[in-house]
């Protein structure tokens, strides 16, 4: 039987989306500061800015899905929820 998303938590979800982004951005670190290592230092990515780089993904996943929460509670209020079906748990 299909059921309907209607509703998001906006704080909630952006505080989860914003951790993930964090932690997908530290996976960038080490390209980013071996970058900074074989550029001349007039040019190119700074170590700074590579260290940097989970803090600015979290702040930007946070902001920007709870924008998108925001604009699906929205439009869902309007037209509806998307739609999935969900299965019993099932033990392995």
């Known amino acids: 039987m299909p059921q309907q998303i209607r509703r998001?938590?906006?704080?909630?979800?952006?505080?989860?989306?914003?951790?993930?982004?964090?932690?997908?951005?530290l996976v960038?670190?080490?390209?980013f500061l071996i970058i900074s290592m074989v550029t001349p230092r007039q040019e190119g990515v700074g170590p700074g800015l590579a260290l940097?780089?989970?803090?600015?993904?979290?702040?930007f996943g946070f902001i920007f899905a709870a924008l998108g929460c925001a604009l699906y509670n929205l439009v869902a209020g309007l037209v509806g929820?998307?739609?999935?079906?969900?299965?019993e748990g099932r033990s392995v």
């Open 8 to 25: 998001f938590g906006v704080f909630q979800t952006a505080k989860v989306a914003g951790a993930l982004y964090a932690l997908l951005g």
């Open 28 to 31: 960038f670190v080490p390209v």
């Open 52 to 59: 940097a780089l989970p803090i600015l993904y979290g702040v």
């Open 81 to 87: 929820g998307v739609e999935v079906e969900l299965a």
